[in-house]
Structure formats: C-alpha cells, structure tokens
C-alpha cells in the first residue's frame, strides 16, 4: 500500500479515538511521530480480503465499509467505521492475510497509520493504554456477538431502526437531521435485506411520523425514543 505522510492530520486522529485518551502529553506526541496519514478518494480499498498489512489503521474522516464477498459474489457489509475506529488488528497481531475487505464510502476518507513496531513500542512502555485497548477489543467481541443476533432473529423494520439510530448517533445529528452515509443499496446490504425492502420500511417509519425524509439521502429522526422501541433498544 502506498503511503502520503499529510502531516495536517495526524494530531486530531491520534486524539479523535478513545483507546487513547488518558495518555501522557510526552506518550501523545511519540506517538503522533509515528502516525502518518493519507486521503482516499470513493470506492478505494484500504486493504484486500487475502492481503497482509503490519498496520494499526484509524478512520480521522469520512466513512469506511468492512465487506465479505459470497462465493456468488454478493458483497455483504459486516461493519462500518466511523471517525475514531481503528482497523486491521487481526493481520496486525497474528501475522495473517485480511478476512475482510476494507473500503472507502464517501468521497473523500482520510486515513491514519501505525506501523506495527511503533504500535507495540507504545503499548509496551504504556500499561494504561494496554488495558484500554483490550478493553475496547473486548467490546468488538460483544458487538460481534450481538450483531449475530441483530441479523439473525429481529425483523427488518428493528434491523432498519437501528441502522438509523446508528446513523444518527455517529454522525452528530443536528435536531435530528442527519444524510444518510451509504446507498440504499449498501444499507440493503448492512442489515441484510434487499434495497425494496429498505424503501418499504421507511415509507413505513415516515407513515408512523418517527423520520421524514428531505430527497433519498436526508432523514430527520422526529421519534427517537419510539424508534428506539421499534429497535429493541431499551
């Protein structure tokens, strides 16, 4: 993969994610010496499924789709990443090809990197940030888990509601307005459905009067503790 070092970035990305809050200002900036940067454009891949990377990878801006292909070809989208995820672990830690394509949504991503020997450095000299991160895998194990679940045994409309709620939460909804990030179609594909489908149920949620909807892309949550209900999410 190759790198642009975008030196303009690299302070908000190491600050922008969670697992290192807490640390030293001296630990901030040796890692933010080791953190490079770069811009993708939509559709670009970050990584390939059967690619190998020794790289902890972060989300600074725009929008990232982890995708498995079937053996029909179908893509099924497994998770997204939003500003502050970190990515890549699995061929980071035990030295093995990607199971998951990493691919760009929006038009314009920026992505940080930590080399694999300057990540362990830091997490070696620093137990705090250690105990964080395994933490925070932990909660990626929870979500997998109950992601099983969330495709598995609930219903479309509670899968699309969550989706939305997701959404809205992630990006910052203001008064509860929010562009959704992906297609109908990559939606569709997150909450394993089909894009008819999709459609259907928001006309559903617009009928209720929980959303309206300004064009295809804009959704405005007007009911989120009833679509919360529909959701499941207590």
Same mark, same amino acid.
């Given at each position: 993969?190759?790198?642009?070092?975008?030196?303009?970035?690299?302070?908000?990305?190491?600050?922008?994610?969670?697992?290192?809050?807490?640390?030293?200002?001296?630990?901030?900036?040796?890692?933010?010496?080791?953190? #490079?940067?770069?811009?993708?454009?939509?559709?670009?891949?970050?990584?390939?499924?059967?690619?190998?990377?020794?790289?902890?990878?972060?989300?600074?801006?725009?929008?990232?789709?982890?995708?498995?292909?079937?053996?029909?070809?179908?893509?099924?989208?497994?998770?997204?990443?939003?500003?502050?995820?970190?990515?890549?672990?699995?061929?980071?830690?035990?030295?093995?090809?990607?199971?998951?394509?990493?691919?760009?949504?929006?038009?314009?991503?920026?992505?940080?990197?930590?080399?694999?020997?300057?990540?362990?450095?830091?997490?070696?000299?620093?137990?705090?940030?250690?105990?964080?991160?395994?933490?925070?895998?932990?909660?990626?194990?929870?979500?997998?888990?109950?992601?099983?679940?969330?495709?598995?045994?609930?219903?479309?409309?509670?899968?699309?509601?969550?989706?939305?709620?997701?959404?809205?939460?992630?990006?910052?909804?203001?008064?509860?307005?929010?562009?959704?990030?992906?297609?109908?179609?990559?939606?569709?594909?997150?909450?394993?459905?089909?894009?008819?489908?999709?459609?259907?149920?928001?006309?559903?949620?617009?009928?209720?009067?929980?959303?309206? #909807?300004?064009?295809?892309?804009?959704?405005?949550?007007?009911?989120?503790?009833?679509?919360?209900?529909?959701?499941?999410?207590?």
């Amino acid at each position: 993969m190759c790198c642009d070092h975008c030196c303009s970035h690299e302070s908000s990305c190491i600050t922008s994610v969670p697992v290192f809050k807490g640390m030293n200002q001296g630990d901030l900036q040796q890692l933010q010496k080791v953190t #490079m940067s770069k811009r993708f454009g939509k559709g670009e891949y970050i990584f390939r499924d059967g690619e190998r990377s020794e790289t902890l990878f972060i989300v600074n801006e725009g929008l990232i789709k982890l995708t498995k292909m079937s053996p029909d070809g179908k893509e099924q989208i497994v998770r997204l990443l939003f500003p502050g995820d970190f990515f890549g672990l699995f061929s980071l830690l035990k030295n093995e090809n990607h199971y998951l394509n990493a691919e760009t949504v929006g038009t314009s991503t920026v992505i940080c990197y930590i080399e694999k020997k300057d990540f362990l450095n830091t997490m070696e000299k620093n137990a705090g940030l250690s105990y964080r991160f395994l933490l925070t895998v932990n909660d990626r194990l929870y979500e997998s888990d109950e992601s099983v679940g969330f495709l598995s045994f609930m219903e479309v409309e509670q899968r699309l509601a969550r989706a939305l709620i997701l959404f809205h939460d992630k990006m910052n909804a203001k008064n509860g307005t929010f562009t959704l990030p992906i297609t109908k179609k990559d939606l569709a594909s997150y909450i394993g459905t089909t894009p008819e489908s999709v459609s259907r149920k928001l006309v559903s949620f617009m009928s209720q009067k929980l959303i309206s #909807m300004d064009g295809r892309r804009q959704i405005q949550i007007l009911e989120l503790d009833q679509l919360k209900q529909v959701s499941g999410i207590s």
